[in-house]
């Protein structure tokens, strides 16, 4: 049961114990003016009855003092039965009986005063329906008031549940009308100051999250200029000493051994040529250092469909033809966008063997969307996306770093959807010449 539904129970059931009480009252005091009533009947027809005994036989006997109409009296002569009264039967049985009032009754001599109260018990039972019809109205008007009130000064709750709401959501932007309530008032400036408490601390944690990410951006940076400078220039020296070798050894007859080795040296460089370049690709996308972020995505997608024909490949932008330029946020935002797509398509090669891949960036007022569907067989039955490698890790650990959302769950129609959604600076405000693939 709601607060509101309580408030107004409760509030029924005092009107409701009030109304019983004030009836038990009422019936107590009325068989106490009830008999009292009776008292005072039978000293008027005592007094009427002595007066007419004193005087002899009343001409026209019992009669005649009947004919006087006198409340709640009869008279009766001798051992006769005394009839009911014109007003009696009117109250209820069960009423009658709550009384508790009897008919009383004294002679004198063969004149016998019979007072009844069944008059006095129906006007009485008159005055309570009366009274309890106006007690009726009155509990509903008052039950209809109290729900108009209470739903009033419960309407503040309502708006404080949607703040905190908004709160859980990330919404940290809390304001309340308390309504005047002075509790609601505190409570709601105490909810505020956490609200401002928590935004301050999701900022801190962004700082913080952006820091990270550009620190292990910038060391993957050093490490790829190492591998660059040592690694390579070393495979370099490899490659012509053994290029040396294998010319030394071919003008020799017994330079056949010799030549094998070369050749076999050369692979291996080969081989370790294009690890490092694999690594540097990994450590580091050169493309964002050459090109912007549509051109580089642009050649991203465009390699993976030279080396993948058979994909039907599809790179779009919102708004088509005219986006916003991310060139001029961080650093941190573009190579997050580009990690997510190189990683997505990573992924859905690896694992979907899908036959069309979409890929797809919107840009928002103060949001990027990106998004890599594939058609492929979708995730498996009770899979947890979340229990991923350390590509997802990686992936979910530089969105949260920026304050975004990443989500990976099946695709309308079947396969495949990453998404994530990151918050954008508002500094970024040039524009950008995107070319559109299909």
Not at 374 to 381: C, E, M, Q, V
Request: charge should be negative; hydrophobic fraction near 45%; include cysteine.
């Amino acid at each position: 049961m709601s607060l509101k539904m309580r408030i107004l129970a409760l509030i029924g059931l005092f009107l409701l114990l009030m109304t019983v009480a004030g009836g038990a009252v009422m019936v107590a005091n009325a068989r106490d003016a009830v008999r009292a009533e009776m008292a005072s009947a039978l000293e008027l027809g005592r007094a009427l009855g002595l007066a007419v005994t004193e005087r002899g036989t009343l001409a026209g006997g019992p009669g005649m003092l009947n004919g006087l109409g006198l409340r709640h009296l009869r008279f009766v002569e001798g051992d006769d039965v005394a009839g009911p009264g014109v007003e009696s039967g009117r109250a209820p049985d069960w009423f009658t009986a709550l009384i508790a009032v009897e008919p009383q009754e004294l002679r004198l001599g063969t004149l016998r005063v019979v007072a009844e109260p069944g008059d006095e018990i129906a006007e009485v039972w008159e005055d309570m329906s009366d009274l309890a019809a106006a007690v009726l109205a009155v509990g509903v008007l008052l039950l209809a008031a109290a729900f108009l009130a209470v739903g009033r000064a419960l309407a503040p709750l309502a708006r404080l549940e949607a703040g905190v709401k908004r709160l859980r959501h990330g919404d940290y932007r809390f304001a309340f009308d308390s309504g005047g309530v002075p509790e609601l008032r505190r409570l709601g400036t105490g909810i505020a100051a956490l609200a401002d408490g928590l935004a301050a601390a999701d900022r801190e944690n962004r700082r913080v999250g952006q820091r990270i990410v550009a620190a292990q951006d910038s060391e993957r940076r050093e490490i790829a200029r190492d591998i660059h400078d040592e690694l390579g220039a070393a495979l370099f020296a490899i490659k012509v000493d053994a290029g040396r070798l294998l010319r030394l050894a071919e003008g020799r007859a017994d330079g056949e051994e010799a030549a094998e080795r070369a050749r076999k040296i050369l692979g291996t460089a080969a081989e370790v040529h294009q690890l490092s370049r694999r690594i540097l690709v990994r450590l580091r996308p050169a493309l964002l250092d050459q090109l912007p972020l549509s051109e580089a995505l642009v050649e991203l997608v465009g390699d993976w469909m030279r080396r993948k024909p058979d994909v039907a490949w599809t790179l779009s932008f919102d708004p088509p033809g005219a986006v916003a330029d991310l060139d001029g946020c961080e650093e941190v935002l573009r190579v997050t966008l580009y990690r997510l797509v190189q990683e997505s398509l990573v992924n859905a090669l690896r694992h979907a063997v899908p036959s069309a891949v979409a890929v797809s960036l919107r840009i928002n007022a103060d949001s990027v969307e990106v998004a890599v569907t594939d058609d492929g067989p979708g995730l498996p039955a009770g899979d947890d996306p979340n229990r991923a490698g350390f590509g997802i890790s990686g992936m979910t650990e530089r969105v949260q770093a920026l304050g975004g959302y990443l989500s990976i769950g099946p695709a309308e129609g079947g396969g495949t959807r990453v998404s994530a959604r990151l918050p954008r600076p508002s500094h970024c405000s040039a524009t950008v010449r995107l070319e559109r693939m299909a």
